[in-house]
C-alpha cells in the first residue's frame, strides 16, 4: 500500500495504522544543523519527548536511495557522523539521490514530502527556509514555503531566523494561502528570539485548537499545511542585540564570497553559529525539544478528532 520507495519502519506503521499519534522529525538538522555528538545526542532525546507526550516520533531520511519514515538508533547515529558529507535533499533532488540510491538528509520539504507519503500530518522541527534578505533580485527562496501551501503537513517550528527577510517570508505565506499561527503569542518569533517584530494572523492557545484547525482544513478539502510558531522557552532566549549582530555579519560576509543556491542557508547558519560559539547551540537545543512536545500533544489531540 505505501509507495514502493518508501520504508515506513515497523513501530511507525503500527501506529499509524492504529490511528495512534505519529510526529515527524527533520534530519537536515541532524547531519547540517549540529556538530557531532551533539547532534546525535539531541535527534534521540527529541524522540524520548515525542513519547513522553503521547506520540511515536518518525525521523525522516534518505537511506541508500529508500525514503524512510522512523530511523534506528544505528541510522541516526551514521546520518550524525557523517555530518556535512550527506546531501541536504530539498524537492528538486529527491529523484537523481533515490536513482543513484544516495543518502539524503531531509529539509523542511522533504521531510513534508515523505511524511504526508506515509500518512503523518504533524511535523516538529526548529526553523523553516524562507524568502531570504535580498530575494528581489536573488530570487532566493527557499522550496519549504512552497511544500507549506502544496502539503497537507502541519510544521511546529520556532519560527524563523532573521537570516531571512520575515516581513517577505510573511508576505509570501499569505499569497499561498498558509495559515501562519504564534503559540500563545501574537507576534512571529524569530527562533533564538521570542519576538520580531512581525505579527501572524492568529494566536492559539492550546493543542486542541491547533488540531480542530487541522482538522478543518483538511475537511474544507483546503490544500496546503499549518504553520505554527512556538516561541523558544524564555530561559534560552538570546539577546536581540547580540544575536542580531552576528546575523548581520552573516549575511554582509555571504554577499562579500557571493555564496548562492542550496549552499546558501547552511552557510549563513554556520557562520550565526561560529559567531555566537555555543550560547545559540544550545538555545538551538532547547527550541526543538519545546517544539518536539507541542507537536506529539497536537498530534495526540489531532488522533481523537
Ligand atoms: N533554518 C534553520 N535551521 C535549519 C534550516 C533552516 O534555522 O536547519 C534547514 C531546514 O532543513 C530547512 C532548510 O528546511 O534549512 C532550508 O534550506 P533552503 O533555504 O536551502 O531551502
Ligand atoms: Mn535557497
Redesign the pocket.
Known amino acids: 500500500m505505501y509507495n514502493s520507495y518508501l520504508d515506513v519502519n515497523p513501530e511507525v506503521a503500527a501506529a499509524l495504522a492504529a490511528g495512534k499519534p505519529v510526529v515527524a522529525l ?1 534530519s ?2 541532524i547531519s ?2 549540529m556538530p557531532y555528538p551533539q547532534n546525535v545526542e539531541t535527534a534521540l532525546a527529541v524522540e524520548n519527548i515525542v513519547r513522553e507526550n503521547g506520540a511515536v516520533p518518525a525521523t525522516i531520511a534518505i537511506l541508500g536511495g529508500r525514503l524512510k519514515a522512523g530511523l534506528t538508533k544505528d541510522e541516526i547515529e551514521y546520518l550524525g557522523k557523517a555530518g556535512q558529507k550527506v546531501t541536504k535533499a ?1 524537492r528538486r533532488d529527491l529523484p537523481v539521490l533515490v536513482a543513484k540510491g544516495m543518502d539524503g538528509a531531509t ?3 522533504t521531510t513534508m514530502m515523505i511524511a504526508h507519503m506515509a500518512g503523518i500530518s504533524i511535523f516538529a ?5 524562507g524568502v531570504h534578505r535580498g530575494a528581489e533580485t536573488t530570487m532566493d527562496i ?3 514555503l512552497e511544500e507549506l501551501a502544496n502539503t497537507p503537513v502541519m510544521v511546529v517550528c520556532a519560527g ?2 532573521a537570516i531571512l527577510d520575515l516581513g517577505l517570508t510573511l508576505e509570501y505565506l499569505e499569497t499561498h494561502g498558509v495559515p501562519v499561527i504564534g503559540y500563545g503569542t501574537k507576534e512571529l518569533p524569530a ?1 533564538y528570539t521570542r519576538t520580531s517584530g512581525f505579527g501572524v494572523d492568529y494566536e492559539l492557545d492550546t493543542p486542541e485548537e491547533l488540531a480542530k484547525t487541522f482538522k478543518v482544513q483538511r475537511d474544507l478539502g483546503l490544500k496546503g499545511g499549518i504553520l505554527v510558531t512556538n516561541p523558544i522557552p524564555a530561559e534560552y532566549s538570546m539577546d536581540p542585540a547580540v544575536i542580531n549582530r552576528a546575523i548581520d555579519e552573516a549575511v554582509a560576509q555571504s554577499v562579500l564570497e557571493g555564496v548562492h543556491g ?1 549552499a ?2 547552511p552557510y549563513l ?1 554556520a557562520k550565526v553559529k561560529e559567531l555566537t560559539g555555543g550560547e545559540s547551540l544550545e538555545s538551538n537545543i532547547h527550541l526543538v525539544f519545546n517544539n518536539a512536545a507541542l507537536a506529539a500533544k497536537t498530534a495526540a489531540a489531532y488522533a481523537k478528532l
Open positions: 527533520e537536515t538538522i547540517h544543523g530539498s529539509t523542511v520539504t522541527t526548529g526553523g523553516i527556509g527557499s522550496a519549504d524563523a531566523k527562533f542550496k546558501a542557508t547558519l
